[in-house]
């Protein structure tokens, strides 16, 4: 059995950066990919970014490039999102997501419906 747990979030100011945490247990080598969605009231599942197990390549969305950062840590089992410079419309809450399926494209890794395994989500609140 998989089970993904976030850690991370918290309550910062416009402008801070955070880590978020995603340790998984009972995780396979059948497992491609870890990657990073949000989601905030009233709004649809947003993906942020996407790795694979060996880190070799990884996807981040437009909308958070260049302030977002994911990595794997393989000899842990966790993947981090790197938040920098953080504004409002960060707030969110943030989960953690893998898949057994090899995402070749960016469109894949984005698309919700492949990911098989989600966290609980952690709350990430920016005060302005």
């Known amino acids: 059995q998989v089970q993904l747990v976030e850690s991370g979030g918290g309550l910062v100011q416009a402008g801070d950066s955070l880590r978020l945490s995603c340790a998984a247990s009972?995780?396979?080598?059948?497992?491609?990919?870890k990657g990073w969605f949000r989601q905030a009231p009233g709004k649809e599942r947003e993906w942020l970014a996407t790795?694979?197990?060996?880190?070799?390549?990884?996807s981040v969305a437009e909308s958070v490039k260049g302030r977002f950062t994911i990595s794997i840590d393989n000899a842990k089992n966790t993947v981090h999102l790197h938040m920098n410079s953080l504004k409002s419309e960060d707030t969110a809450v943030y989960f953690c997501a893998a898949t057994p399926r090899e995402l070749t494209t960016e469109a894949e890794a984005a698309t919700v419906a492949l990911y098989d395994y989600w966290g609980q989500g952690t709350q990430v609140t920016v005060s302005s």
């Open positions: 009972g995780y396979n080598s059948n497992f491609y990919g």
């Open positions: 790795i694979n197990w060996t880190g070799s390549t990884s």
